[in-house]
């Protein structure tokens, strides 16, 4: 129970900085030899409460967005200019969703054993580091969210769909891109939280109907233990969301870039000399 704590407590500090919540709880469980790897199906419940922590602090916009597009689209009701764009920001949402839902589904089987490789971790880490890096300093934050356009949703969930690979970060991939395309960190911090709702809670809904079935024998934690997880992660992530935007508003993501990239750089070495196995 306290190592299910331990990650739900990493879980909510890690799921929204643009550092990969999954590639932390893979790599401290390594480091202070807990279990050999709580596995991808614990990662994904315990995404649940970070998610709903993101339901309650985005509470009002999943409000608007949700009535304005049901009223648009299944009442067929003539909307005012704001509630148009929040209707279209539901079919934003609704598209950027779409690459993560197909790619995770097909190869889920790959997900859980070959992408949890510490040596792809590591490497990953520091590569996309590097691209978020890039992305930000170059990024001429001349885009808010009014300007978001079908392409560009397609194309942040493109990039959240290579959070699928442990260490990428899911709020890192979709940040980088809404920094290519020139959108300012808020708007595309903002984006990232609502477009990952779908996704993670489709993720973590199906992998708790799997533990839940046949397979539940093969988890590592228990459900009580898993749901005490959730919690925790809930707790912190909310705290964490607070913070993230008002921090976004004045400085840049180089703290987060740095320490991924010491981060994989020490992993990568602890590999090399047998300190610790993949």
Same mark, same amino acid.
């Given at each position: 129970m306290l190592e299910a704590i331990f990650f739900g407590i990493l879980q909510g500090l890690t799921e929204f900085l643009p550092i990969s919540s999954s590639a932390h709880v893979r790599i401290f469980a390594k480091f202070f030899g807990m279990t050999e790897d709580p596995g991808a199906r614990f990662t994904a419940i315990m995404q649940i409460g970070t998610e709903l922590a993101v339901l309650i602090y985005f509470r009002k916009d999943i409000k608007e967005i949700i009535s304005a597009w049901i009223r648009k689209v299944i009442l067929r009701r003539d909307l005012h200019i704001d509630e148009v764009a929040h209707a279209?920001?539901?079919?934003?949402?609704?598209? *950027?969703?779409?690459?993560?839902?197909? /790619?995770? &589904?097909?190869?889920?089987?790959? #997900?859980?054993?070959? !992408?949890? +490789?510490?040596?792809?971790?590591?490497?990953?880490?520091?590569?996309?580091?590097?691209?978020?890096?890039?992305?930000?300093?170059?990024?001429?934050?001349?885009?808010?969210?009014?300007?978001?356009?079908?392409?560009?949703?397609?194309?942040?969930?493109?990039?959240?769909?290579?959070?699928?690979?442990?260490?990428?970060?899911?709020?890192?991939?979709?940040?980088?891109?809404?920094?290519?395309? *020139?959108?300012?960190?808020?708007?595309? /911090?903002? &984006?990232?939280?609502?477009?990952? #709702?779908?996704?993670? !809670?489709? +993720?973590?809904?199906?992998?708790?109907?799997?533990?839940?079935?046949?397979?539940?024998?093969?988890?590592?934690?228990?459900?009580?233990?898993?749901?005490?997880?959730?919690?925790?992660?809930?707790?912190?992530?909310?705290?964490?969301i607070a913070w993230l935007i008002k921090f976004v508003t004045t400085r840049s993501f180089k703290p987060f870039i740095i320490y991924r990239i010491l981060l994989g750089a020490l992993v990568l070495l602890l590999l090399t000399f047998g300190v610790i196995k993949s």
């Open positions: 279209r920001m539901g079919w934003l949402i609704i598209v *950027g969703s779409l690459p993560i839902v197909v /790619l995770g &589904y097909l190869g889920q089987d790959i #997900i859980a054993s070959n !992408f949890r +490789s510490l040596w792809l971790i590591a490497s990953v880490l520091i590569i996309f580091g590097v691209v978020l890096g890039v992305a930000d300093r170059l990024g001429k934050s001349s885009r808010s969210l009014a300007d978001l356009n079908i392409s560009h949703g397609v194309l942040y969930g493109l990039a959240q769909s290579l959070a699928l690979i442990p260490g990428v970060s899911r709020s890192g991939a979709t940040i980088a891109m809404g920094r290519a395309l *020139g959108y300012s960190r808020e708007a595309a /911090l903002r &984006y990232s939280f609502l477009l990952a #709702i779908p996704a993670v !809670f489709g +993720s973590g809904l199906f992998e708790l109907v799997k533990a839940l079935g046949e397979d539940a024998g093969n988890n590592v934690f228990s459900l009580s233990q898993t749901f005490a997880a959730t919690v925790f992660a809930f707790v912190i992530g909310y705290l964490v």
